[in-house]
């Protein structure tokens, strides 16, 4: 029925009256089984990184649950809904993020979460990964597209902002992320070529600057590792040796399942977390990596169908920005577990075991259900 | 909202979709990099990361062989191994030293001899994750104590390890040597693949000697080992080669039984096959035990051996350099014979004394008022000491040194005895070169009663005598008898190098023999004692070496002293006469007179030999020294 439903809306305009039972929960059941299909995979991958700790498997599934609930809630709030609120929410994390830098509480030298008497411990950030792309898409649609360079400018000041306070904690990972989502909406708002240019100009100008100025020694070190691992194989290098000859030791079809030597003995750190792309990439080999990255493409595929066809430009540009924030904690895992991007802490989305970015992902996805199952019968 | 009220959704519509391209272009070409990369590390690069995985978890240990074992001719086992099971530290894998070898002493019974050897090896030269023992010989109750603990202290390990045991220790030290631990300076020496796995090397004696033959070959075992380095399981092995076991010409009941009757003693004795050259038995009392050496000896216990009076560290047999005395006169004979010096008729007065001219030095002889006329035979016989002087004068020192030399004196003759001495075998060259003075005829007078500058060790006079018994046929002096289910193994043993002794006359050896067997058996024999009442026929001769000579130190009179003043008793012979089964050399340290003290204990050894052991099976003594073996092994 999913496959049906699929064909029939890319043959012709979708039909608003024959959705029948998704419709009416607002679930977008081609997205759905899809994320199901990812989730399976990760599981079982999962228990492997684990060293067959079924507990751990257990928690996870938990917590999967949780966040389909609320992928579920999520998708049944009318887009409009999140318009509204939209500065609103954007006030409260900015408070929120400045609130952790003075009270917040975190481990290995990062202030990341807050603890508010009555409330379960949170990380800001993490909101602000939803957060920042709506705002940005509330403001920028509220005018004619493409935006003029003032409504530009107010637009990434709207990105910037939390995306420093991030930066202080520091988290990098999630500020990188949190930007992007940003940019993205700026982008598809359909800034002119000549900014985006100037941008990328501007970057890569100011790339060493940031090297001198801004970044810690700790991220100088990370970006030295990536092109030298071999400077310091036990230390600072380790990870990066052991993902990649976990990686490339699984060859064509890999060692099997649960047969991974690097991950079993050992050898490959974090392998249930942010490395567990290599616990696959070594099991499954060359064959299983292409099957999850044809499965993260057609979500994204999936998902960007739904922000093409989105009734109106806010819709349009949260839908587009939230998907490429996906693609991009895709590439930026799987590209720094290869070695092709220096290490950040930037979990595999679904896959890697933990709590909080599996919670915003789905609500990223109920958002795009709830985009793409709330239709006005005028289709302007 | 500025002028133009009307957005233009269709147009913002079509600029997102536009957009909405481009990203999937630029999505695309990032996938694509995703997938070449994957393809770079997991197709291209897959062998060199295959590599590296494997060298992550697999690590080659090397297995050692287990050391050959040593029997004596009748198979009775004279060096195995057995189990010892010792507690290791890993100092890599350790947080705290100090603090578990703490934990360490007060769970085992840790003495501080240990800890200063622990330190020790600490600080030498060593392979990373080598694991250092600090104690060794744990009881089951201490590994079970460990083995409680054993999650308290990682790093620390019990190791079985098979470790040379020697049943007969004091008994076969001097023979077998023993091994001990490769220390700094072998460490250098030995090739460090075949003995990756090893801990121990003979360091002396026959251990030392075919070390390569008993040590055997390394073997591997390819394990994985997880990221802290604990071993999960065996992939592949490769098993060592154990060393060849080795059977020796020694046999255990003429060994023991010449123990037995030097005991209280401090002397040697060598037995030696005479056909074979095999070495029945080679004796240095008192001895050691080698088991002491084999993990490490004690300082106190070293100390008490090392400063001991009688010197059981002390290898008598083969590196003790005694005056030969009397016991070289059948060699002289021989000498004086072949090389036309005397005659076998020839007969010269004995006054009791020799002077090499009239009015000077007088040479006494031991028979204070002579043995009047006397020829070659009678001399031997009774052991004149004027005839030989007479002789040795006309000899000279270059003749006497020449055949001396050809019956292995001044060199080491044996094949495979490690550290046998060649004595001393003086000569013109000698005497110019390290005493910076000519040789005087009254030298020659010495050297023909063996006084003076002769020195022999007991093996090299049991060597002699075999070669008499022989009848100038050499067989060099040897412990390997064969090499046991050794079908096709190359034997080990030295190529023999010396020529037999050819006379003018052969039958000068039988003439000369005839005078050693009357020592034993003859009217006048000065050892006829020793030799009354002999069911089978022997031949020998006595000897005594002086320690001091006579004038000096009359003040000393304290028994221990005096005791160790005394003459040095020697015998030296072969039985039975026609077809010698075994030759001996004896010597008991100021055992007084030769025909006294050594001539009755050769005796009883060619008695043993010839007619039998008290107790003929050879089981028995296994058995007997099997319970104080195992008694010694639960201590």
Not at chain 1, 55 to 77: E, S, T, W
Not at chain 1, 228 to 256: H, R, V
Not at chain 1, 285 to 294: D, H, I, N, T
Request: aromatic share 10%; proline share 5%; charged share 20%.
């Amino acid at each position: 029925m999913a496959a049906r439903d699929f064909f029939r809306q890319t043959a012709s305009r979708p039909l608003m009256n024959s959705r029948g039972f998704w419709a009416a929960i607002h679930v977008d059941p081609i997205l759905l089984v899809l994320l199901l299909s990812l989730i399976s995979l990760g599981l079982f991958v999962l228990y492997s990184g684990a060293d067959r700790d079924i507990g751990m498997v257990k928690a996870q599934g938990v917590r999967i649950g949780l966040a389909l609930v609320v992928m579920l809630v999520f998708a049944q709030l009318d887009p409009a809904v999140y318009r509204r609120w939209a500065p609103w929410l954007y006030g409260v994390g900015v408070i929120a993020l400045i609130s952790v830098l003075l009270v917040g509480i975190g481990a290995k030298g990062a202030q990341r979460w807050l603890a508010i008497p009555g409330l379960p411990r949170f990380q800001p950030s993490e909101l602000m990964k939803l957060v920042v792309p709506i705002t940005a898409a509330w403001y920028l649609s509220r005018h004619f597209l493409p935006p003029r360079l003032r409504h530009v400018g107010i637009a990434l000041l709207i990105v910037f902002l939390p995306m420093g306070l991030i930066v202080k904690q520091p988290d990098l990972g999630t500020a990188l992320l949190v930007g992007v989502a940003g940019l993205f909406v700026v982008f598809f708002a359909g800034i002119s070529w000549r900014i985006v240019g100037a941008f990328f100009a501007a970057v890569s100008v100011s790339a060493p600057l940031m090297w001198f100025f801004v970044m810690h020694d700790y991220q100088k070190q990370r970006v030295l590792t990536l092109l030298d691992p071999e400077s310091d194989p036990l230390g600072a290098g380790w990870n990066i040796i052991q993902s990649k000859t976990a990686i490339g030791s699984g060859g064509w079809s890999g060692k099997g399942w649960l047969q991974g030597t690097q991950s079993h003995l050992a050898f490959l750190p974090e392998s249930h977390t942010d490395f567990i792309v290599a616990v696959l990439a070594e099991e499954f080999g060359f064959v299983g990596m292409m099957v999850l990255l044809g499965l993260y493409l057609m979500i994204i595929l999936r998902c960007l169908y739904i922000a093409v066809y989105a009734q109106d430009s806010f819709s349009r540009l949260v839908a587009g920005a939230l998907t490429m924030t996906f693609f991009i904690y895709v590439f930026v895992n799987v590209g720094m577990v290869s070695g092709l991007l220096p290490i950040v802490g930037v979990p595999l989305p679904l896959v890697s075991y933990g709590g909080t970015s599996i919670v915003t992902l789905m609500a990223a996805f109920g958002i795009l259900m709830s985009i793409h199952t709330h239709r006005r019968m005028i289709t302007a | 909202m500025p002028w133009g009220e009307f957005k233009d959704t269709a147009a913002e519509r079509r600029l997102f979709q536009r957009r909405t391209l481009v990203v999937l272009f630029f999505l695309l070409v990032m996938v694509g990099l995703l997938v070449g990369r994957l393809y770079q590390l997991q197709v291209v690069e897959h062998e060199t990361f295959s590599t590296l995985s494997d060298k992550n978890r697999v690590q080659v240990q090397s297995v050692a062989p287990t050391r050959g074992l040593i029997y004596d001719r009748n198979g009775i086992l004279i060096a195995e191994n057995r189990p010892v099971f010792s507690v290791t530290v890993v100092p890599e894998r350790v947080d705290d030293l100090d603090q578990t070898l703490d934990h360490l002493s007060r769970l085992l019974n840790v003495s501080d001899e240990d800890l200063t050897r622990f330190h020790r090896r600490l600080e030498e030269p060593r392979r990373p994750f080598q694991a250092i023992p600090l104690r060794y010989d744990l009881t089951e109750k201490e590994i079970a104590r460990l083995a409680v603990h054993r999650y308290e202290l990682p790093g620390v390990e019990v190791n079985a390890e098979l470790v040379r045991y020697y049943p007969y220790g004091k008994m076969t030290s001097h023979v077998l040597g023993y091994v001990g631990r490769i220390n700094r300076n072998e460490l250098q020496h030995i090739d460090p693949v075949n003995y990756a796995g090893t801990n121990y090397i003979g360091k002396s004696g026959i251990e030392r000697f075919y070390e390569d033959f008993l040590h055997g070959k390394v073997g591997y075992q390819n394990v994985e080992t997880n990221a802290r380095g604990r071993t999960l399981r065996v992939l592949e092995s490769q098993n060592p080669e154990s060393g060849h076991d080795i059977r020796l010409y020694l046999d255990m009941r003429l060994q023991k039984l010449a123990f037995d009757l030097l005991r209280g003693r401090r002397g040697a004795v060598v037995a030696i096959e005479p056909k074979t050259g095999g070495i029945l038995a080679l004796a240095s009392v008192p001895g050691f035990d080698a088991n002491q050496f084999v993990t490490g000896i004690g300082i106190d216990d070293y100390r008490a051996l090392k400063d001991s009076p009688d010197k059981p560290l002390f290898n008598r047999a083969l590196r003790g350099q005694y005056p030969p005395g009397s016991t070289i006169k059948p060699m002289l004979g021989i000498a004086a014979l072949d090389s036309g010096a005397t005659t076998r008729d020839r007969k010269i007065f004995d006054p009791g004394y020799f002077q090499l001219k009239e009015g000077g030095r007088r040479y006494r002889d031991w028979k204070r008022w002579g043995h009047g006329w006397v020829n070659l035979k009678d001399a031997i016989t009774q052991s004149c000491d004027v005839y030989f002087y007479d002789v040795a004068i006309r000899m000279g020192v270059d003749v006497m040194s020449d055949y001396l030399g050809r019956f292995g004196f001044g060199s080491d003759t044996s094949l495979d005895v490690s550290g046998a001495l060649p004595g001393l075998l003086p000569s013109r060259e000698w005497k110019r070169a390290v005493r910076n003075a000519p040789w005087y005829p009254g030298d020659s007078v010495n050297m023909g009663i063996g006084q003076g500058f002769n020195l022999a060790t007991p093996l090299q006079l049991a060597t002699a005598t075999a070669v008499i018994a022989n009848r100038g046929h050499w067989k060099q002096p040897r412990l390997l008898k064969d090499v046991v289910d050794g079908d096709g193994v190359p034997s080990p043993l030295p190529e023999e190098t010396r020529k037999d002794i050819k006379l003018k006359d052969p039958s000068e050896w039988e003439f000369v023999i005839s005078g050693m067997e009357d020592v034993m058996q003859g009217a006048h024999g000065t050892a006829r004692r020793a030799g009354s009442n002999a069911s089978y026929t022997m031949a020998g001769k006595t000897g005594t070496a002086q320690v001091f000579s006579l004038d000096k130190d009359e003040e000393y009179d304290a028994d221990e002293i005096r005791e160790r003043l005394r003459d040095h008793a020697l015998f030296v012979g072969f039985a039975p006469v026609e077809d010698p089964k075994i030759a001996v050399a004896v010597i008991v340290e100021n055992g007084g007179s030769g025909s006294g003290t050594a001539a009755p204990l050769a005796r009883q050894l060619f008695d043993a030999w010839i007619l039998g052991f008290p107790d003929q099976d050879a089981g028995t003594l296994a058995s007997v020294d099997g319970e104080q073996k195992s008694g010694e092994g639960t201590q």
